[in-house]
């Protein structure tokens, strides 16, 4: 039986074809909101959601006499209230931020004696300063971007120029420094088996990144990119899956590399930015870019097997493109990115294809994200609405004539097309 195919385009991959088949297009261009800056910002801000859905974004402000601030986002991405958490702080280094198994909130950033440490309860807004000895001493106050993580007990661990230690003091740091003198350090927990591992540069200088467990006990070491490449380095775990990955953008592609597992090459080109970080159900979201190229994004699909059509994004500014940095735990994406003066903000949807089939009157559409089906997405067809079921799929009985089809679910982008019967 001949089964004519309804053609379903969803709106934001109109220019899709146009840019080809590794990256697409977004047909809307995001708007960009500044964060931090335009003068004396910092390098790195510290992220994390709370349960309330409610992102954290910390951020700082000045050089040898430093402002921290507290922006919180909404699920939808929109500012809902800054706090200041400190002034007249030694320096403007990396910030950490964590959610601990209390819900409370624990930043750690360089400062007088090494990593500090403040804290505030779950809805953020107060910050307290703890009256605990820095750790890492000199070496920690100079520390660019740092690393934290909490331990599969709940333990928070923190990362510095290549050292790593537990605790909050740590009992104690390691004498041998997994790669000592590093100028960025990131640390992820796998879901799975309680590792936690380390990415960074593999000596101070020399340009080269590479990625390790460092807990419960250290772990093989893998180079990602040769010694005297350009680099950056993202690093993420899973939300209740196995795994942790790294997204290394080397000046030449841009890659996303499981650790002791396969390495995925999205794209190729003269990439210095990176990102990744987890969504729910053991996705990723992974984003790469320059200021020639603008920036692209892509989420997987619940196994990292698959991805998302590829959204091509502008740049927010015309001034570069230093870092990158997420958070997709909700299912959006939260992006930000540095052009040099500051951390720039957008929100995006994930994108998900809608395919279907006609016989003998009868439609049958399915909603798809990277493979997975998604079940209670809204199909609106000849004046009725439908919820998917379990196989992402709805069938119903339709006239002869011409109508059109949207598809809807939270956190994506709606598609639409139209379809003869």
């Known amino acids: 039986m001949h089964r004519p195919r309804i053609t379903l385009l969803a709106l934001a991959f109109a220019a899709l074809t146009a840019v080809g088949a590794a990256m697409?297009?977004?047909?809307?261009?995001?708007?960009?909101?500044?964060?931090?800056?335009?003068?004396?910002?910092?390098?790195?801000?510290?992220?994390?959601?709370?349960a309330n859905g409610v992102l954290h974004v910390i951020w700082n402000r000045g050089a040898q006499s430093t402002s921290i601030f507290e922006t919180r986002l909404s699920a939808a991405g929109r500012p809902v209230g800054t706090s200041t958490i400190a002034t007249g702080w030694q320096g403007n280094g990396g910030l950490a931020l964590l959610?601990?198994?209390?819900?409370?909130?624990?930043?750690?950033?360089?400062?007088?004696?090494?990593?500090?440490?403040?804290?505030?309860?779950?809805?953020?807004?107060?910050?307290?300063?703890?009256?605990?000895?820095?750790?890492?001493?000199?070496?920690a106050e100079a520390a660019a971007v740092i690393g934290a993580t909490l331990t599969k007990d709940g333990q928070p661990v923190t990362a510095w120029k290549g050292d790593a230690a537990e605790g909050v003091p740590p009992a104690s740091i390691p004498q041998d420094a997994y790669e000592g003198g590093m100028g960025e350090s990131f640390l992820a927990t796998d879901a799975g088996s309680g590792a936690v591992v380390l990415a960074g540069e593999t000596v101070a200088g020399q340009g080269g990144a590479y990625v390790e467990q460092v807990l419960p006990s250290p772990g093989p070491r893998v180079l990602l990119t040769p010694?005297?490449?350009?680099?950056?380095?993202?690093?993420?775990?899973?939300?209740?899956?196995?795994?942790?990955?790294?997204?290394?953008?080397?000046?030449?592609?841009?890659?996303?590399?499981?650790?002791?597992?396969?390495?995925?090459?999205?794209?190729?080109?003269?990439?210095?930015?990176?990102?990744?970080?987890?969504?729910?159900?053991g996705r990723l979201w992974v984003a790469w870019g320059d200021v020639t190229d603008g920036l692209y994004v892509t989420r997987s699909n619940?196994?990292?097997?698959?991805?998302?059509?590829?959204?091509?994004?502008?740049?927010?500014?015309?001034?570069?493109?230093?870092?990158?940095?997420?958070?997709?735990?909700?299912?959006?994406?939260?992006?930000?990115?540095?052009?040099?003066?500051?951390?720039?903000?957008?929100?995006?949807?994930a994108q998900f294809a809608v395919h279907g089939s006609v016989a003998r009157g009868k439609a049958t559409i399915s909603v798809r994200d990277a493979g997975d089906p998604v079940a209670g997405a809204t199909v609106s067809v000849g004046g009725r609405h439908l919820k998917t079921g379990a196989d992402?799929?709805?069938?119903?009985?339709?006239?002869?004539?011409?109508?059109?089809?949207?598809?809807?679910?939270?956190?994506?982008?709606?598609?639409?097309?139209?379809?003869h019967v």
Request: proline fraction near 7%; hydrophobic fraction near 35%; charge should be positive.
């Open 24 to 50: 697409g297009s977004a047909a809307t261009p995001p708007a960009w909101n500044r964060v931090s800056g335009p003068t004396q910002p910092g390098v790195q801000l510290g992220l994390a959601r709370t």
């Open 302 to 349: 619940k196994a990292v097997g698959a991805f998302e059509p590829v959204q091509k994004l502008r740049s927010p500014s015309s001034n570069g493109l230093t870092f990158l940095q997420c958070d997709g735990s909700t299912g959006a994406l939260d992006l930000f990115a540095d052009d040099g003066t500051g951390f720039w903000h957008s929100h995006l949807l």
């Open 392 to 419: 992402g799929s709805v069938t119903l009985a339709l006239r002869k004539g011409s109508y059109s089809v949207s598809a809807s679910a939270p956190g994506y982008a709606t598609a639409t097309a139209s379809f």
């Open 99 to 139: 959610v601990m198994p209390d819900g409370t909130l624990r930043l750690f950033t360089p400062g007088v004696g090494g990593i500090n440490t403040f804290t505030a309860p779950a809805g953020g807004r107060s910050w307290t300063h703890q009256s605990v000895p820095g750790w890492g001493t000199a070496v």
């Open 227 to 281: 010694l005297g490449k350009d680099w950056s380095v993202g690093l993420s775990g899973r939300i209740g899956a196995a795994g942790v990955f790294v997204a290394n953008a080397d000046g030449r592609s841009f890659r996303l590399v499981r650790y002791g597992g396969s390495t995925k090459t999205f794209a190729h080109g003269p990439f210095y930015s990176g990102t990744v970080c987890a969504g729910p159900q």
